[in-house]
C-alpha cells in the first residue's frame, strides 16, 4: 500500500516517500530520488498544501495479481528548505488586477492607496505622470485599472479618458513609463433584468449591472418615478445597455439601449433614439418624449421630510401655517439639481430661506431651492443653468432644525405641489424620423421581451 508522511530531523523538513519496490527496482529507486533541489522547490510552490509536509506519491498497480508482501523501503531526502518559506515565496509573487471607480473630488494619489501601491512605487508614479492629460481629467465614475503584486509593487496602470483615450503606465527596467493614446473600441449588448427587494442599487448589483447604467436608469424615468417614495418590493426592471472594452478588458461603460421598470404594476419602457441631426433622447415605443420641462426631484435618493401642504406645526416658529413647498432631508453638502433649465434669477441670502437659489424657467415657472450651505462655483445671478446642473448643496442655513432642502415650484408667482402640477414635455418623434425610430424600436423591444421573460421564468 502506498504511504506517505513527513519527518522532521534537526529542525529541517525532509519528504519521506514509501513506495514498494522489487530487489531489481533498488537501483532504478535510487536513480528516481535523486531530485534536485530547484524540482523540489518548484514542487512545494505549486502544491500550496494546507497540511505543511504532506507529499503523496502516485503509482500505477502492478499488472501480476499476487497480493503478497512486498518489500518496503524507505528514501529519505534533505530538502534543505522550510516549506512555509517556500509557500510564502510563491505567493509573495502573484500578480493581481485591481480596480477602482473615481469618486468626485478624488486624486490619483488617493486612488492608488486605494489600489494597495507601495507609498515608494506611488512617488515614482506621480513622478512620472507630472505631465498626463489623463490625470487632469479623472471624471466621477470611470474605473482605473492596476496591475500589481501582493507585496504593493505596481507593474502597469490603465485609465480610459476622454473621447477614446488611453492612458497607460507600465514599470520597464524598474522605471515607469507613459503612454497616452487613441484607440478603438468594441462595443458589446449586455441584457440584465433583476428584481427589488430592499432598494435599486441593491437589486442592480444582484444582477451585476454596473453603477453608471443603474444612475442612468434613475435618469430616464426622473419624471415618471418618484425613487425615493414611489420604489416597491417586487419592482422589476429589465436594462439592454452597452459597454466597450479594448484587446478584451473593459474599457468603459456606454449608455442605456432599452429598459422596462414595472413600478406598482405598471410598465414604464424608454428607447434611446439619435436622430439625422444628431438630436437624442429617450422615448416611449409610442415616440412620445421622456423628457419632461421639470424633473420631479432636485436631489438623488433622500427622503421626504415634509411634503406640501395648507397646515403644518412650524418646529421654530411654534405654529401652525401653510408650507408652500417639500423638504427633503439629506446630509450636509449633498448635491442639488436644477429641476430645469433656466435662468438664475435671484442667488444670496434671504430671510427663512437661508442661503437661496431662484430659477426662471421659460413662461411662467419657477423653481426656488433654500437652506443651502452653498452654492456651485460660478453660480450668479443672469447665469444660464440645464436641467440637472448642480446648482447648489444641502445645508441648514436660514430658519432650519436640521440639513435638509427646502423646494418650491412657482406658477405665475403662487407656489404649487409639484407633485399634481401637470408639467409640459419635450416634443416627440419628428415625422421625418418615425421610420427609422420604429424599426430601431422593434429590434430594442425584442431584446426586452426575450430578457423579460426568462427572467419571469426562472423566478417562477
Same mark, same amino acid.
Given at each position: 500500500?502506498?504511504?506517505? &508522511?513527513?519527518?522532521?530531523?534537526?529542525?529541517?523538513?525532509?519528504?519521506?516517500?514509501?513506495?514498494?519496490?522489487?530487489?531489481?527496482?533498488?537501483?532504478? $529507486?535510487?536513480?528516481?530520488?535523486?531530485?534536485?533541489?530547484?524540482?523540489?522547490?518548484?514542487?512545494?510552490?505549486?502544491?500550496? =498544501?494546507?497540511?505543511?509536509?504532506?507529499?503523496?506519491?502516485?503509482?500505477?498497480?502492478?499488472?501480476?495479481?499476487?497480493?503478497?508482501?512486498?518489500?518496503?523501503?524507505?528514501?529519505?531526502?534533505?530538502?534543505?528548505?522550510?516549506?512555509?518559506?517556500?509557500?510564502?515565496?510563491?505567493?509573495?509573487?502573484?500578480?493581481?488586477?485591481?480596480?477602482?471607480?473615481?469618486?468626485?473630488?478624488?486624486?490619483?494619489?488617493?486612488?492608488?492607496?486605494?489600489?494597495?501601491?507601495?507609498?515608494?512605487?506611488?512617488?515614482?508614479?506621480?513622478? $512620472?505622470?507630472?505631465?498626463?492629460? $489623463?490625470?487632469?481629467?479623472?471624471?466621477?465614475?470611470?474605473?482605473?485599472?492596476?496591475?500589481?503584486?501582493?507585496?504593493? !509593487?505596481?507593474?502597469?496602470?490603465?485609465?480610459?479618458?476622454?473621447?477614446?483615450?488611453?492612458?497607460?503606465?507600465?514599470?520597464?527596467?524598474?522605471?515607469?513609463?507613459?503612454?497616452?493614446?487613441?484607440?478603438?473600441?468594441?462595443?458589446?449588448?449586455?441584457?440584465?433584468?433583476?428584481?427589488?427587494? +430592499?432598494?435599486? @442599487?441593491?437589486?442592480?448589483?444582484?444582477?451585476?449591472?454596473?453603477?453608471?447604467?443603474?444612475?442612468?436608469?434613475?435618469?430616464?424615468?426622473?419624471?415618471?418615478?418618484?425613487?425615493?417614495?414611489?420604489?416597491?418590493?417586487?419592482? &422589476?426592471?429589465?436594462?439592454?445597455?452597452?459597454?466597450?472594452?479594448?484587446?478584451?478588458?473593459?474599457?468603459?461603460?456606454?449608455?442605456?439601449?432599452?429598459? !422596462?421598470?414595472?413600478?406598482?404594476?405598471?410598465?414604464?419602457?424608454?428607447?434611446?433614439?439619435?436622430?439625422? +441631426?444628431?438630436?437624442?433622447?429617450?422615448?416611449?415605443?409610442?415616440?412620445?418624449?421622456?423628457?419632461?420641462? @421639470?424633473?420631479?426631484?432636485?436631489?438623488?435618493?433622500?427622503?421626504?421630510?415634509?411634503?406640501?401642504?395648507? &397646515?403644518?406645526?412650524? *418646529?421654530?416658529?411654534? !405654529?401652525?401655517? $401653510?408650507?408652500?413647498? =417639500?423638504?427633503?432631508?439629506?446630509?450636509?453638502?449633498?448635491?442639488?439639481?436644477?429641476?430645469?433649465?433656466?435662468?438664475?434669477?435671484?442667488?444670496?441670502?434671504?430671510?427663512?430661506?437661508?442661503?437661496?437659489?431662484?430659477?426662471?424657467? +421659460?413662461?411662467?415657472?419657477?423653481?426656488?431651492?433654500?437652506?443651502?450651505?452653498?452654492?456651485?462655483?460660478?453660480?450668479?445671478?443672469?447665469?444660464?443653468?440645464?436641467?440637472?446642473?448642480?446648482?447648489?448643496?444641502?445645508?441648514?442655513?436660514?430658519?432650519?432644525?436640521?440639513?435638509?432642502?427646502?423646494?418650491?415650484?412657482?406658477?405665475?408667482?403662487?407656489?404649487?405641489?409639484?407633485?399634481?402640477?401637470?408639467?409640459?414635455?419635450? *416634443?416627440?418623434?419628428?415625422?421625418?424620423?418615425?421610420?427609422?425610430?420604429?424599426?430601431?424600436?422593434?429590434?430594442?423591444?425584442?431584446?426586452? +421581451?426575450?430578457?423579460?421573460?426568462?427572467?419571469?421564468?426562472?423566478?417562477?
Amino acid at each position: 500500500m502506498l504511504d506517505s &508522511r513527513l519527518s522532521c530531523y534537526d529542525w529541517r523538513y525532509f519528504i519521506v516517500l514509501y513506495t514498494p519496490i522489487s530487489s531489481k527496482q533498488r537501483i532504478l $529507486a535510487q536513480k528516481s530520488s535523486k531530485l534536485t533541489k530547484k524540482s523540489i522547490r518548484w514542487l512545494v510552490a505549486l502544491s500550496s =498544501i494546507p497540511l505543511f509536509g504532506i507529499v503523496t506519491a502516485f503509482g500505477i498497480a502492478p499488472k501480476s495479481p499476487s497480493f503478497g508482501e512486498v518489500p518496503v523501503e524507505e528514501i529519505v531526502l534533505d530538502l534543505e528548505l522550510s516549506i512555509p518559506d517556500a509557500l510564502a515565496e510563491a505567493q509573495s509573487n502573484q500578480i493581481f488586477w485591481r480596480q477602482e471607480s473615481i469618486q468626485r473630488g478624488d486624486t490619483i494619489a488617493a486612488i492608488l492607496n486605494r489600489l494597495d501601491v507601495s507609498s515608494q512605487d506611488s512617488t515614482y508614479f506621480l513622478q $512620472a505622470a507630472r505631465d498626463s492629460r $489623463a490625470m487632469r481629467q479623472l471624471r466621477p465614475g470611470k474605473t482605473v485599472y492596476a496591475q500589481t503584486t501582493a507585496e504593493g !509593487e505596481l507593474l502597469s496602470l490603465r485609465y480610459f479618458f476622454g473621447n477614446e483615450e488611453l492612458f497607460l503606465m507600465e514599470k520597464t527596467d524598474d522605471e515607469f513609463k507613459m503612454t497616452e493614446r487613441s484607440i478603438e473600441l468594441d462595443a458589446q449588448i449586455h441584457m440584465k433584468s433583476g428584481v427589488i427587494n +430592499n432598494s435599486l @442599487f441593491g437589486a442592480t448589483d444582484n444582477a451585476g449591472i454596473p453603477n453608471n447604467i443603474a444612475l442612468q436608469l434613475t435618469e430616464i424615468f426622473a419624471s415618471e418615478i418618484d425613487f425615493y417614495r414611489d420604489l416597491r418590493q417586487g419592482d &422589476r426592471f429589465t436594462i439592454v445597455y452597452e459597454t466597450f472594452s479594448n484587446n478584451g478588458r473593459r474599457a468603459k461603460t456606454g449608455r442605456v439601449l432599452a429598459v !422596462e421598470f414595472v413600478n406598482k404594476g405598471k410598465s414604464h419602457q424608454a428607447i434611446y433614439f439619435k436622430s439625422y +441631426n444628431g438630436a437624442d433622447g429617450y422615448y416611449t415605443p409610442e415616440g412620445d418624449s421622456l423628457r419632461k420641462a @421639470f424633473l420631479l426631484s432636485p436631489l438623488a435618493f433622500t427622503r421626504v421630510s415634509s411634503g406640501f401642504t395648507n &397646515r403644518r406645526f412650524h *418646529p421654530i416658529l411654534k !405654529e401652525w401655517r $401653510a408650507h408652500r413647498g =417639500i423638504d427633503y432631508a439629506a446630509p450636509t453638502g449633498t448635491p442639488v439639481k436644477a429641476t430645469a433649465s433656466g435662468i438664475v434669477a435671484f442667488s444670496g441670502s434671504q430671510r427663512g430661506y437661508g442661503n437661496l437659489i431662484v430659477l426662471k424657467h +421659460n413662461g411662467k415657472y419657477e423653481t426656488a431651492y433654500g437652506h443651502l450651505s452653498r452654492f456651485a462655483t460660478g453660480l450668479g445671478k443672469g447665469k444660464r443653468v440645464n436641467q440637472g446642473d448642480v446648482i447648489g448643496y444641502v445645508g441648514s442655513t436660514g430658519m432650519a432644525t436640521g440639513p435638509h432642502l427646502h423646494y418650491e415650484l412657482r406658477v405665475d408667482g403662487v407656489q404649487r405641489d409639484p407633485t399634481k402640477v401637470v408639467l409640459p414635455t419635450a *416634443p416627440p418623434i419628428a415625422k421625418r424620423d418615425l421610420n427609422t425610430f420604429q424599426k430601431e424600436t422593434h429590434a430594442l423591444l425584442a431584446r426586452l +421581451n426575450i430578457m423579460r421573460n426568462i427572467h419571469l421564468a426562472s423566478i417562477e
